[in-house]
């Protein structure tokens, strides 16, 4: 028996909670799954599971075994990068989950000189705004926006994003321009935005020096995707506070224009996370890094005047 890998199959099984997934994550087949575990237990003389036919429970015996084995393997892997960093690059499969935007504006297009940079990263990215069971579905790590609430995780912030509010001249035609935030409760629309975990749709924040306002705005849709949200709105459905990158074409095409431009709100903080199970590997540590430094440019592009394309719209329509 190899009892390392017999190890790595133990711990994956108790992380997935039965064996048909631990043998999915690891791409082994199921029998040979079942066969390292029971090699194990009869090596070891003792029963880490108890099986059932939908999940494993771990016995005393398995769980206190799992802490050690999970730490054996953690410092087996640092032992090994440690030696390897300075001989070879980081190599593998790279699972990443993201919001679309991020996806489809940030990361994607410069994926080329990831690649170029790590040639032997073979990278996966899940797309979407959805609760992510990290050990279950063999997740790495995953970029998302807002301060993490999930103790069980580790976060490190890797940028932050200035969010402003924008409106589509559509809008403005059918229902005039909103003066002052609290006219969003009671005189003009928003296109709300719902929240992953809690399902409910998220306030609106603005600041004007010691003033602070968070808005309940009504709306008559709701949407839980980043660029469904910017769509939406772009439709004439309503404000939006977005960071610029996602807007920037609807802003380029006159399809949106700011709004309560003396109003702002606190920077979006932008956290990768990952699973405190989960060790922070080289190929891990590089893409967060590169992730890092591709975050800090996304500042408001100075080429493009929208306070002089919003002057000029407003004495178009006047």
Not at 27 to 45: D, G, S, W
Not at 160 to 186: A, K
Request: contains cysteine; glycine residues 6%; neutral net charge.
């Amino acid at each position: 028996m190899d009892q390392l890998s017999a190890m790595r199959v133990f711990v994956r099984v108790v992380e997935t909670g039965n064996f048909t997934r631990a043998a999915v994550t690891l791409n082994l087949p199921k029998t040979t799954v079942t066969n390292l575990v029971q090699a194990l237990e009869a090596h070891l003389r003792t029963k880490l599971l108890n099986r059932t036919t939908r999940r494993v429970a771990v016995t005393t015996d398995g769980a206190l075994y799992y802490e050690r084995a999970l730490q054996i393997l953690t410092e087996l892997e640092e032992l090994d990068g440690s030696l390897s960093n300075s001989q070879a690059q980081p190599s593998g499969r790279l699972r990443v989950e993201m919001a679309g935007a991020f996806a489809d504006h940030v990361v994607i297009p410069a994926l080329c000189d990831f690649a170029q940079r790590y040639p032997q990263i073979q990278l996966d990215i899940g797309v979407g705004d959805r609760l992510v069971d990290y050990i279950a579905e063999n997740v790495d790590c995953a970029l998302r926006a807002g301060t993490p609430t999930d103790q069980s995780l580790i976060a490190r912030k890797v940028g932050e994003l200035d969010m402003r509010t924008y409106l589509s001249p559509i809008y403005i035609r059918n229902f005039g321009e909103p003066q002052h935030p609290s006219e969003l409760e009671t005189e003009h629309f928003s296109v709300g935005y719902l929240h992953a975990q809690s399902g409910r749709v998220l306030p609106l924040e603005f600041r004007r020096g010691n003033e602070a306002i968070d808005v309940t705005a009504r709306y008559v849709v709701s949407v839980n995707d980043s660029r469904s949200y910017v769509n939406a709105a772009v439709s004439g459905m309503g404000v939006v506070q977005s960071p610029y990158f996602m807007v920037r074409e609807a802003l380029e095409k006159g399809e949106l224009v700011p709004v309560l431009s003396d109003w702002h709100r606190e920077p979006l903080p932008l956290y990768v996370v990952y699973p405190q199970t989960r060790h922070l590997s080289n190929k891990v540590r590089v893409f967060v890094d590169w992730l890092a430094k591709l975050l800090q440019k996304l500042s408001r592009d100075p080429a493009l005047d929208i306070r002089k394309k919003m002057a000029a719209y407003r004495q178009e329509v006047a």
